[in-house]
């Protein structure tokens, strides 16, 4: 079994800084893209930003130059550092990894429960 929990939600206020994690635990033989998704209000999920095992990097343009995804490898760790928040940022931020659990076995998508972030303007 594979656990992604996320930690570090909460309330900012507008231009404020929050910092999200996501660990990666239990039965993992390599894991190869990490990503941050979120949903607001009666919207549907979408993609914030992802890291592939080499870090190479992808972000939605609303978040360019305010958010930076990293992880670290070593400990299965992702983590949005988001900065100059915006009303517009409040969602649940939900963390996604693509996982294989075995050595040449198949690849598997796992997500986290999700965490809030409210931000007031």
């Known amino acids: 079994q594979v656990q992604l929990v996320e930690s570090g939600g909460g309330l900012a206020q507008s231009g404020g800084s929050l910092r999200l994690s996501c660990a990666a635990s239990?039965?993992?033989?390599?894991?190869?893209?990490m990503g941050w998704y979120r949903q607001g209000a009666g919207n549907q999920r979408d993609l914030v930003a992802t890291i592939n095992s080499g870090g190479s990097t992808n972000y939605v343009d609303s978040v360019k130059g305010r958010f930076a995804i990293s992880r670290d490898n070593a400990k299965n760790i992702v983590y949005l550092q988001m900065n100059s928040l915006k009303a517009e940022d409040t969602a649940v931020y939900y963390c996604?990894?693509?996982?294989?659990?075995?050595?040449?076995?198949?690849?598997?998508?796992?997500w986290g429960q999700g965490t809030q972030v409210t931000v007031s303007s």
């Open positions: 996604k990894a693509r996982i294989f659990t075995k050595k040449g076995g198949y690849e598997y998508q796992y």
């Open positions: 239990g039965s993992i033989f390599s894991i190869t893209s």
